[in-house]
């Protein structure tokens, strides 16, 4: 087993970094938080386009690159290291996973090409207002009627679901948990943008009422892959951001002076950026085992996934506290870019299982 980075991943690592260097900075970030859709058009055009970003790890028979989750997963660091304001979670990793994972031969070659082009925007919607990520939280109803499916629920924090023209949904039916595809556009389906923490990714909730569907794939399947995949994404953007502020404090302790010498040198600051760096490795080594083990479609993604998302979120969520601690008064000001990461690493634990559940469900797994 080789865990390190082959010469072609560590060249996309740094084609990405510039890409966003240019494309994404902070005060980029911030012009884009105040818009409603939370993006640009351009930039999303050009990131297919030119670097096929969307289509990544989407097999070349659905339009795609062919890559792995390794790589995919480089780009979702450099994605969270500079948090980029861009549907991309939503419909490469969240409703594209779903498809790869659980729709037919025939809905991959529909739905995949549109999402590797950028011409498709796609949201999953799972979660519902009891805020639970597991499959027993799914609520919404699921009932045939002819060749349709009709929809009946509540979803809440859909990413990106407010822009999404097509969404995949999770709910009940009679045969058992699945998921659906609903058209943006769908008679019976109400979108409201909701209040976020991080506003760099815009959630919506979803109403539907009487709304037609099409089933992907089989009902009654476990959607443990798919959320297991979703884990490894989330955990491979989380280590980008933590590092990110890890970086910012270490740069900050270096250039600021009190008493006559640098923060850098005292010891108290050197204690939190120490501590910063034991858990950042630690989240970056579960993170890319975890990339590792979904590229191989391995069993032990079940072990894997839940145990870097765990350690990931509470690396990222630890590191951007103690990035605002050591920029003292001026990290907490609205005018310092230490706030946009200590909500985006707030959302991200949250988002899909914090690490209390991802623990328990890793105990679970293990029989504990």
């Not at 865990?3 to 560590?10: R, Y």
């Not at 930039?43 to 096929?52: R, S, T, Y």
């Not at 399947?221 to 884990?231: A, R």
Request: net charge negative.
């Amino acid at each position: 087993m080789n865990f390190t980075f082959t010469d072609e991943q560590e060249e996309l690592r740094r084609t990405m970094r510039r890409f966003l260097e240019d494309k994404s900075p902070t005060t980029e970030v911030r012009r884009l938080m105040e818009t409603p859709d939370g993006y640009d058009e351009s930039v999303w055009k050009q990131m297919a386009a030119e670097l096929g970003l969307q289509g990544l790890h989407i097999p070349e028979e659905y339009g795609g690159q062919g890559f792995s989750f390794v790589e995919l997963g480089i780009v979702l660091e450099e994605m969270g290291r500079s948090l980029l304001a861009a549907p991309f979670l939503s419909s490469v990793c969240l409703a594209g996973n779903a498809i790869l994972d659980l729709g037919s031969d025939a809905q991959r070659k529909e739905l995949l090409p549109g999402i590797a082009s950028g011409e498709t925007i796609a949201a999953l919607a799972f979660a519902e207002p009891n805020g639970r990520w597991d499959a027993t939280g799914v609520e919404a109803t699921a009932r045939k009627e002819g060749s349709d499916w009709i929809l009946n629920g509540t979803k809440r924090f859909v990413v990106d679901g407010g822009i999404a023209s097509v969404l995949i949904v999770a709910a009940k039916a009679p045969e058992g948990l699945g998921l659906f595809v609903v058209r943006g556009d769908a008679d019976g389906l109400t979108r409201e943008a909701l209040p976020t923490l991080d506003q760099t990714r815009k959630q919506a909730s979803l109403e539907l009422k009487n709304v037609r569907a099409t089933a992907l794939g089989d009902i009654g399947v476990s959607l443990d892959k798919l959320l297991d995949h979703v884990s490894v994404c989330i955990a491979a953007e989380i280590v980008g951001g933590a590092q990110r502020c890890l970086d910012m404090a270490v740069e900050y302790a270096k250039n600021r002076v009190q008493f006559g010498r640098p923060i850098g040198q005292f010891q108290a600051i050197k204690h939190k950026c120490a501590d910063m760096l034991l858990q950042i490795e630690s989240a970056k080594t579960a993170a890319y085992y975890a990339m590792w083990v979904a590229a191989k479609d391995d069993d032990e993604l079940r072990l894997s996934a839940p145990l870097a998302k765990a350690v990931a979120s509470d690396a990222y969520f630890f590191a951007a506290s103690e990035n605002i601690q050591v920029h003292g008064g001026i990290g907490f000001t609205w005018e310092h870019d230490a706030h946009l990461y200590f909500k985006r690493a707030k959302s991200s634990e949250l988002l899909f299982g914090d690490p209390v559940y991802h623990r328990e469900l890793l105990a679970t797994r293990l029989g504990i």
